[in-house]
Every structure is written in C-alpha cells, then in structure tokens.
C-alpha cells in the first residue's frame, strides 16, 4: 500500500521523537529530524534521514521556534509535520503556520486546538456540548489588573475553596496553584501566571474547583474529516504527584460497561462538537459518586498513549499520519472502537523520570553511566537514551517509558513487577524506587484507593532510601574488604563456611600455589627492565 | 544458636569530650584492615549513617576440645554480624543479612550494582556508585584509621560560629528567571531570595535564616551549575 506521504518532518525530540520516526519508517516513509545543540548526536537524530538543526539548547530557542521548524520542514521537503507532545504541539499557531506552508500538520486543525486546546474554550464548548464541566470560571482572571481583584475574589467564592488557579494554555501542572483561602489568591494567580507564561508563552489563569479524591479517567479519540469521531478506549491515569502524571494503565480499572459506554459517549459528543479531526484526549475527573466531571482536552498524542494501543491492537501515530492525508478512520481503528467498552487485556506504563523520589521528585540530571533495560513477552519500552547520554537539564525529565502487556490487571502487574526488577539504571538518580514500591503496595495492586492524591499518602522517599542505604554500605564495605585483601574474587569467606583466604603453608595438593607467594615474583617481573 | 549474640548492641568506645551528633571515635588503636563507609557527599542526605566495617578477626589460639570452629563474622560497628557478600562478576552482587526482626533463619537477600570505584585525592578516599532497589547511592570508603585522625583533627579546630555568613548554593542545575533580594536587604527566614527554573519547573529558593544579603553570585538568566554560589546571607 502507498505510504500517506513520502517524506515528513518530527518536531520533537527524545523517545516520543524516536517513535513517530519509528512509525513513519514503518509506513515507507522518509523521517526528519530537528534538533538543539544538546541534542546534536541523540537517538532521534542518528534515526531520522535527514536533519535540521534548530538552535541553541534553551527550547525557547529552538524546538519552540515556530519560524525556524516550518523553515526546516521546507527545506528537507518535508511534506507533513507531527508535534509530538508538549512544545509546540499544542499551539494552534503552529499548525496555522504548517498548514499555510502549504503542509499537512499531523494533529487536529488549528481551529480545533484553538477551541479545545485552550482549557477555558473548551469547557465553553462542552457546555455547548452538554458535557458536565468541573465548577469554575469560564474566563480568564484578569490577573495585570489589580483594580478587578474584588470581582476575582468574589468568583473564587462562589468556586469555593480550596480551588485551584490553573494555566488556560496548561498541562502537566504547570502554571497551577492550590489555593486554600482568600488570603492566597492574588498570590497563587501572579505565580501561576508567571510560571504559565515561561512554560507556554501565555500567562491566562482561571479558577477551577479542586475535586478530591477523584480519579484521572481519559478517553482516547480519533476523527476524520467527515467528521466522524471515535473512542479507543479509556485510559487511568490517577497515579500523579504535582499533577504530574506516574503511571497510566488502560482500560480503567473497576468500571463497569455501562460505565464506560456513557464515557466514551461524553468524550466522542465533545470530539464532534469541536470538529475533531485527527487524534486527541478527553481528560475526566471520576468521583467517589460515579460521576465523570470533564476536565480538558489535550489535541495531541498523549504521553501514554501505548496503553491504548496495546489494549486496542492499533498503532495510535500510524492512524495519525493515515488521517493527516484525508484518509477516512480505518477498518482496524473502527473495529477498536467497536471493542472499546468490553476490553480483553491490560496495559500498564510507567514514567521513568530523571527525578530523586527522596526529594520531592527533584529533578536530577546528570550522566548515565549505566542501563539495562526489560526485555521478554509482554514488554515495550520506549526511550531514546543509553549508557554515557548526559540528561539535559533543559528538558522534560522523563527518560523512559516502560509498558507491560497482559491477560488483565493481575497479570500485568506481576509482569510489571518482573520487568522493573529487571530493570537496571545507574549515573542518575531515577523514579526507579518509587515504581518499585508502587506494585508492592497493596492499595495499588487492589486498585481499591486509586486517586489522584493517593502517591502524597503512600510514599515515603527517605524511609525508602534509608534502607537502600544501609544496604549500600554494607556491600560497598564488604567488597572492598574482600578487594584489599586480595581474596579470590573480592569475594568474604561465606557464613558456615572454611575460611579459604587464610591460606599459608605449603601449595594444595592439587599443585596450584597461593597467591601471596606469587605475588612477589610477579612484581620482580614487572620491574625488570624489558 | 547465635542469635542471643547477634542482638548485642554495638561497642561504643566514646572519648570524654564527645558530644552529642559526633561519631564514636575509639582512643585505642583501630584494628588496621577496618574500613569506615558512608554516603559520599555526592549523594548525601541529612540522618545517612556510617558504619566501621572490620574483617573477621584472626582466630584466637585453639585447643583440641573447642570442637568445631564457630563461623567468622565480619564485625559491623564491632559487633560480628552475619553478614556477606557474593559477587557476580566486577558490577553484580548479591548482599546477605540477617533478617531486620531477627526472625529465626530468615536472611534478606538483595541484588546490588557496583560501580568501578573512584579515587577521590582531596579526600584520600575511595568512592563508589552501588544501585540498590533503583536508588543510586554514592559510597565512601576510607580506612579506620584514617578517619578517626580526620575527625580528631576537626574536633581540635574548634566549633562552627552561628552568627557567620550563610551561603545559599544550588542544589539542582538550571537557569536563574528571577532574583527577587537585592545586596544589602534584610531578609527573613523562609523568604524567596530566587526562583530557578529547572525542567521546565519554577523552583522557589528561600533563605535559610534572617540576616542582610551580602553578596548576590549571578544574575537572571544565568544557567547553574550544582554547587555553584548564589546568595550570601550575613
């Protein structure tokens, strides 16, 4: 069959570049790459056909720079562009200056990332569409006028603390605040305004009520331009900490058909209400009463999306490009559709972050030095580093993800359990230990008390660590005992055991001669002059 | 059974002028193949412990009706400890210890990472990465010998003024977007002297204590390095 087009252009980087390239290559077709100058020999770039450098490492300079990506797809003659996630994958005027380069934008149309993409838009369109919103504000605060902070504060009691100020260009918590009274706010809004404006050029905030205990519950959406719109599937994502999402697993644990029919209904009514085309997410809150509260919709590939398509039997990115190219959804994705409310398997995906769950997730970048990574039935992982990659701290921290496949929820987190045990990181500190304990922990594994702020009340790091410590000097010590005195293999007589290293006396009858003996002729050897 | 004496709690030789938070340190003379271990301040957090790690002593002279030898422990802390370690090659062991609850025969076993060990000259000692459970840890090994000078000399040099100059230093790299003090300002404890973006996250810095700023190392837009100099607080 004839690939959707001949040649695109990816702009991203790391593993989510990495697996649209994959994918393309897959279709027969030609992958470019962009890059920074941190990321001049990554995998994306040794992958890709062709590349483009974009600029300096700062993102601001390079893979934000609308101008000089278009300018690149251009000149490689490209023909399509795909965004990933996070960056620019999400602006519409990206897609505006793709689509006016005369390209296709591998994403839903600028004019659907605008009415969706924009948190305050989309919760106007899914009132339009008869989907319950989370209670707030529908327009942006008027964050630069303090003369209007009387109208924003009387708004904030009608939401009702705590609530939550939240980027209206936002994902991944950046630009929110929590905020538990009046006196907080005028606060909360500059801070998460400033930090909205570093992270997405757009400092609009608004104010939402904070649902809690809540699941993260999101639905997997493709359309076309008929405009017919289809759910993949849902997917749980409650597993976060600073609204940072740790793990994903799909189908959704514990909902019922009914459940999930009514789901889907409500995110494919708002797909269709924004004339999606293309693939996106419909986000939900799930209360402890059974309802779905929407919450955003993200018009791009999601960071998990494998779950999805592992559950689905469909490969989300090869769908995109086939409908970036006028296709209609196919056969393949409209049977997924089909299946989606009765699934038959279950995905699991962990985030692997460069973070040090001992302190507050804090970012550690550094060198890697050692990686080891799952293999075996069942296992994805999908990454675009190795061992002697320095993690650039200008970046996103995620450095590896890895999903596990299997019969249902049991079977996958036993296979999940295999898989990290198998998994070896070293130069970086990494969540590693944090997703260790997670599929140890009894709440988890019964998927009883999934909620959104279940990780701040499982896990603790130091009492994790200070195990791992204890353990880590004593092996450190004791091979280094064994090392110095010169023992066989550094290894310390074993309990119960002869003592072999105090050898002295005469050679063992099998004629081999103790090492201390020898070790003086092998030094008058070496000194000789040769 | 040897359990009665594996509880025994460790040997604690103390000086007379020790004081509260400082490691024990013998005054006898430490046996020579004893080695301190501890986290490296690479990847030390506050309350990592350090142990004394000393082979299993020579045997003592034996007479025929001993009987059978007992086993040789090594001594962790001075007290024999049911301890080992099997390597698998130069990166790979696996760590043996009695069980945490001193459950009859239980011993935990647990898989650890090596890495090659690096001499650190200012220090005189010896470091290495070890993995254990995805948690890096960064450990230093010295001889005992050596650390119980160290420590009396630090003892002997006095204590730390509490009226002195506190610098603030980044623990995390990234780029400096707001300097929110300027020199000579008072500030109080917990106040933002900084914000450092790092990985696309805004990072308050506070200052530790109240005082005047003294000194202010760098500038919006700056990038950071770990360890570099930022604030300092008189």
Same mark, same amino acid.
């Given at each position: 069959?004839?690939?959707?087009?001949?040649?695109?252009?990816?702009?991203?980087?790391?593993?989510?570049?990495?697996? !649209?390239?994959?994918?393309?290559?897959?279709?027969?077709?030609?992958?470019?790459?962009?890059?920074?100058?941190?990321?001049?020999?990554?995998?994306?770039?040794?992958?890709?056909?062709?590349?483009?450098?974009?600029?300096?490492?700062?993102?601001?300079?390079?893979?934000?720079?609308?101008?000089?990506?278009?300018?690149?797809?251009?000149?490689?003659?490209?023909?399509?562009?795909?965004?990933?996630?996070?960056?620019?994958?999400?602006?519409?005027?990206?897609?505006?200056?793709?689509?006016?380069?005369?390209?296709?934008?591998?994403?839903?149309?600028?004019?659907?990332?605008?009415?969706?993409?924009?948190?305050?838009?989309?919760?106007?369109?899914?009132?339009?569409?008869?989907? $319950?919103?989370?209670?707030?504000?529908?327009?942006?605060?008027?964050?630069?006028?303090?003369?209007?902070?009387?109208?924003?504060?009387?708004?904030?009691?009608?939401?009702?603390?705590?609530?939550?100020?939240?980027?209206?260009?936002?994902?991944?918590?950046?630009?929110?605040?929590?905020?538990?009274?009046?006196?907080?706010?005028?606060?909360?809004?500059?801070?998460?305004?400033?930090?909205?404006?570093?992270?997405?050029?757009?400092?609009?905030?608004?104010?939402?009520?904070?649902?809690?205990?809540?699941?993260?519950?999101?639905?997997?959406?493709?359309?076309?331009?008929?405009?017919?719109?289809?759910?993949?599937?849902?997917?749980?994502?409650?597993?976060?900490?600073?609204?940072?999402?740790?793990?994903?697993?799909?189908?959704?644990?514990?909902?019922?058909?009914?459940?999930?029919?009514?789901?889907?209904?409500?995110?494919?009514?708002?797909? !269709?209400?924004?004339?999606?085309?293309?693939?996106?997410?419909?986000?939900?809150?799930?209360?402890?009463?059974?309802?779905?509260?929407?919450?955003?919709?993200?018009?791009?590939?999601?960071?998990?999306?494998?779950?999805?398509?592992?559950?689905?039997?469909?490969?989300?990115?090869?769908?995109?490009?086939?409908?970036?190219?006028?296709?209609?959804?196919?056969?393949?994705?409209?049977?997924?559709?089909?299946?989606?409310?009765?699934?038959?398997?279950?995905?699991?995906?962990?985030?692997?972050?460069?973070?040090?769950?001992?302190?507050?997730?804090?970012?550690?970048?550094?060198?890697?030095?050692?990686?080891?990574?799952?293999?075996?039935?069942?296992?994805?992982?999908?990454?675009?580093?190795?061992?002697?990659?320095?993690?650039?701290?200008?970046?996103?921290?995620?450095?590896?993800?890895?999903?596990?496949?299997?019969?249902?929820?049991?079977?996958?987190?036993?296979?999940?359990?295999?898989?990290?045990?198998?998994?070896?990181?070293?130069?970086?500190?990494?969540?590693?230990?944090?997703?260790?304990?997670?599929?140890?922990?009894?709440?988890?594994?019964?998927?009883?008390?999934?909620?959104?702020?279940?990780?701040?009340?499982?896990?603790?790091?130091?009492?994790?660590?200070?195990?791992?410590?204890?353990?880590?000097?004593?092996?450190?010590?004791?091979?280094?005992?064994?090392?110095?005195?010169?023992? $066989?293999?550094?290894?310390?007589?074993?309990?119960?055991?002869?003592?072999?290293?105090?050898?002295?006396?005469?050679?063992?009858?099998?004629?081999?001669?103790?090492?201390?003996?020898?070790?003086?002729?092998?030094?008058?050897?070496?000194?000789? $002059?040769? | 059974?040897?359990?009665?004496?594996?509880?025994?709690?460790?040997?604690?030789?103390?000086?007379?002028?020790?004081?509260?938070?400082?490691?024990?340190?013998?005054?006898?003379?430490?046996?020579?193949?004893?080695?301190?271990?501890?986290?490296?301040?690479?990847?030390?957090?506050?309350?990592?412990?350090?142990?004394?790690?000393?082979?299993?002593?020579?045997?003592? /002279?034996?007479?025929?009706?001993?009987?059978?030898?007992?086993?040789?422990?090594?001594?962790?802390?001075?007290?024999?400890?049911?301890?080992?370690?099997?390597?698998?090659?130069?990166?790979?062991?696996?760590?043996?210890?009695?069980?945490?609850?001193?459950?009859?025969?239980?011993?935990?076993?647990?898989?650890?990472?090596?890495?090659?060990?690096?001499?650190?000259?200012?220090?005189?000692?010896?470091?290495?990465?070890?993995?254990?459970?995805?948690?890096?840890?960064?450990?230093?090994?010295?001889?005992?010998?050596?650390?119980?000078?160290?420590?009396?000399?630090?003892?002997?040099?006095?204590?730390?003024?509490?009226?002195?100059?506190?610098?603030?230093?980044?623990?995390?790299?990234?780029?400096?977007?707001?300097?929110?003090?300027?020199?000579?300002?008072?500030?109080?404890?917990?106040?933002?002297?900084?914000?450092?973006?790092?990985?696309?996250?805004?990072?308050?810095?506070?200052?530790?204590?109240?005082?005047?700023?003294?000194?202010?190392?760098?500038?919006?837009?700056? /990038?950071?390095?770990?360890?570099?100099?930022?604030?300092?607080?008189?």
């Amino acid at each position: 069959m004839t690939p959707p087009f001949s040649r695109i252009l990816v702009a991203n980087r790391g593993e989510i570049a990495l697996r !649209i390239i994959r994918a393309a290559h897959e279709l027969g077709m030609q992958a470019v790459a962009v890059y920074s100058d941190a990321d001049a020999t990554a995998a994306h770039v040794r992958a890709a056909d062709a590349a483009v450098r974009l600029g300096p490492a700062a993102p601001a300079e390079s893979y934000l720079r609308i101008d000089a990506v278009v300018a690149a797809a251009l000149a490689s003659g490209a023909e399509a562009v795909h965004p990933g996630y996070g960056f620019l994958s999400e602006r519409a005027a990206f897609a505006q200056a793709v689509v006016d380069a005369g390209l296709a934008f591998v994403g839903p149309s600028p004019a659907t990332i605008a009415a969706l993409g924009d948190k305050l838009a989309a919760r106007r369109t899914a009132r339009s569409a008869g989907v $319950p919103h989370v209670p707030g504000t529908l327009e942006p605060a008027p964050v630069d006028r303090p003369d209007q902070l009387e109208a924003v504060l009387a708004a904030a009691e009608v939401v009702g603390f705590p609530l939550l100020v939240k980027a209206a260009a936002g994902g991944g918590g950046r630009g929110m605040r929590r905020v538990v009274s009046a006196d907080g706010l005028p606060a909360a809004l500059v801070a998460g305004s400033r930090e909205a404006v570093a992270a997405f050029g757009d400092g609009s905030v608004y104010l939402e009520r904070e649902i809690m205990p809540a699941r993260h519950v999101e639905v997997q959406l493709l359309g076309d331009a008929t405009g017919q719109v289809i759910a993949l599937g849902e997917r749980d994502c409650s597993t976060q900490r600073r609204h940072q999402k740790l793990i994903e697993e799909a189908p959704a644990p514990g909902l019922s058909e009914v459940e999930r029919r009514r789901l889907h209904a409500m995110a494919v009514r708002l797909g !269709i209400a924004a004339g999606l085309q293309n693939a996106a997410t419909a986000e939900f809150l799930y209360d402890r009463d059974g309802s779905f509260w929407f919450l955003e919709v993200n018009t791009r590939l999601q960071v998990e999306h494998p779950v999805t398509e592992l559950v689905a039997g469909l490969d989300i990115v090869v769908e995109q490009f086939r409908l970036a190219s006028g296709a209609p959804l196919s056969r393949g994705a409209l049977a997924a559709a089909e299946r989606a409310a009765r699934p038959t398997t279950h995905a699991i995906e962990v985030r692997i972050s460069a973070e040090d769950p001992a302190r507050v997730f804090a970012p550690a970048p550094g060198r890697i030095t050692r990686w080891a990574m799952p293999a075996g039935p069942g296992v994805r992982v999908d990454t675009a580093v190795e061992a002697g990659d320095r993690i650039p701290a200008e970046y996103d921290p995620l450095i590896c993800k890895l999903i596990v496949h299997a019969g249902d929820r049991p079977a996958a987190l036993r296979r999940l359990r295999r898989a990290l045990a198998e998994t070896e990181i070293g130069g970086i500190q990494t969540t590693l230990p944090f997703h260790r304990a997670m599929v140890e922990e009894p709440d988890f594994v019964g998927a009883s008390g999934l909620s959104t702020t279940w990780v701040d009340a499982h896990w603790d790091g130091p009492v994790s660590r200070a195990r791992a410590v204890r353990v880590a000097i004593l092996a450190a010590g004791l091979a280094e005992l064994g090392e110095t005195a010169g023992g $066989p293999g550094g290894t310390l007589p074993q309990t119960g055991q002869d003592d072999a290293r105090h050898e002295s006396g005469p050679p063992s009858r099998d004629g081999s001669v103790p090492a201390w003996r020898t070790a003086g002729r092998a030094f008058a050897v070496d000194r000789w $002059p040769r | 059974m040897s359990g009665a004496r594996r509880q025994r709690p460790p040997t604690m030789i103390a000086g007379p002028t020790r004081e509260a938070g400082d490691p024990a340190v013998p005054d006898g003379p430490a046996d020579p193949a004893a080695v301190r271990v501890g986290v490296a301040a690479s990847s030390r957090q506050e309350g990592d412990p350090a142990i004394t790690l000393a082979p299993a002593p020579d045997p003592v /002279t034996r007479l025929p009706q001993d009987g059978s030898p007992e086993p040789r422990l090594p001594l962790v802390d001075g007290v024999a400890t049911a301890v080992s370690l099997e390597r698998f090659g130069d990166s790979r062991a696996r760590l043996t210890e009695p069980a945490a609850d001193g459950a009859a025969g239980g011993a935990l076993r647990t898989d650890v990472l090596l890495g090659p060990v690096r001499i650190d000259r200012a220090r005189g000692t010896r470091v290495r990465e070890v993995v254990v459970d995805g948690w890096r840890i960064d450990v230093e090994v010295e001889f005992e010998r050596r650390a119980v000078l160290r420590e009396r000399a630090r003892r002997s040099a006095g204590t730390v003024s509490l009226g002195g100059p506190v610098e603030i230093r980044a623990i995390i790299p990234g780029r400096v977007v707001a300097v929110t003090v300027a020199v000579g300002d008072n500030v109080e404890a917990g106040q933002q002297v900084l914000v450092v973006e790092a990985m696309k996250m805004q990072n308050e810095l506070r200052a530790p204590r109240e005082g005047s700023v003294e000194r202010i190392g760098v500038a919006v837009g700056d /990038t950071i390095e770990v360890g570099d100099l930022l604030v300092v607080i008189h």
